[in-house]
């Protein structure tokens, strides 16, 4: 049975979700191609009408973890001014559910550790997402008038990661709640989001 273009395109949406969420929770290592096409509902002999290797699946779900982001970062923003925005941004990024959900949220914070060792198509398409990230943090804080935004953006972004990251790998609950309150409370004074006091 032959399918049309679109199911085609859905098939690999599926996949590639489905890749993306085990990407982040199990890392690019330890995924394999029959449990994702069988996550997917989809038997194994299909994985090769949409990719040549695993390894493009792992760089093709790298860009999907980052449209993902993308939206995220859209959805903070809808309806708001850019200071209300990025103090949401902020909530969210650094909050305990985006930290308890592994399979889901920023790839910078999931797979940071792992680029080294992946290709160079993979490692350049999450530089790509990395850097459309803090251009649109850039141009948020540029609309707010902030001196240097792109140095600012740069900053933000690597104390995002950076908190949610050490918040993820610290086993004591109450320890790394406080990561993620401490790390929210200072990044939005630092940045003029709320008061000093």
């Given at each position: 049975m032959r399918y049309d273009a679109e199911h085609k395109?859905?098939?690999?949406s599926k996949v590639l979700e489905v890749a993306a969420q085990a990407i982040r929770k199990d890392?690019?290592?330890?995924?394999?191609?029959?449990?994702?096409?069988?996550?997917?509902g989809l038997t194994h002999g299909g994985f090769y009408a949409h990719f040549k290797?695993?390894?493009?699946?792992?760089?093709?779900?790298?860009?999907?973890?980052?449209e993902e982001s993308r939206?995220?970062?859209?959805?903070?923003?809808?309806?708001?001014?850019?200071?209300?925005?990025l103090s949401a941004y902020i909530d969210f990024y650094l909050s305990a559910r985006h930290r308890d959900m592994r399979g889901a949220g920023c790839p910078m914070a999931a797979l940071a550790s792992d680029l080294?060792?992946?290709?160079d198509d993979a490692r350049a398409l999450f530089a790509e997402g990395a850097?459309?990230?803090?251009?649109?943090?850039?141009?948020?804080?540029e609309a707010m008038a902030y001196a240097d935004p792109q140095a600012l953006a740069r900053s933000?972004?690597?104390?995002?990661?950076?908190?949610?990251?050490?918040?993820?790998?610290?086993?004591?609950?109450?320890r790394s709640d406080a990561i993620l309150a401490d790390s929210r409370r200072l990044l939005k004074q630092r940045l003029g989001l709320e008061p000093t006091a």
């Open positions: 395109q859905k098939t690999r890392g690019p290592d330890r995924i394999g191609v029959a449990g994702v096409m069988a996550e997917a290797s695993k390894d493009e699946l792992v760089t093709a779900a790298i860009g999907q973890m980052f939206a995220r970062f859209v959805h903070e923003m809808e309806g708001r001014s850019p200071a209300e925005g080294p060792r992946l290709p850097r459309r990230l803090t251009g649109a943090l850039a141009r948020k804080f933000t972004v690597s104390e995002l990661v950076g908190a949610l990251s050490l918040a993820r790998v610290e086993t004591d609950t109450q």
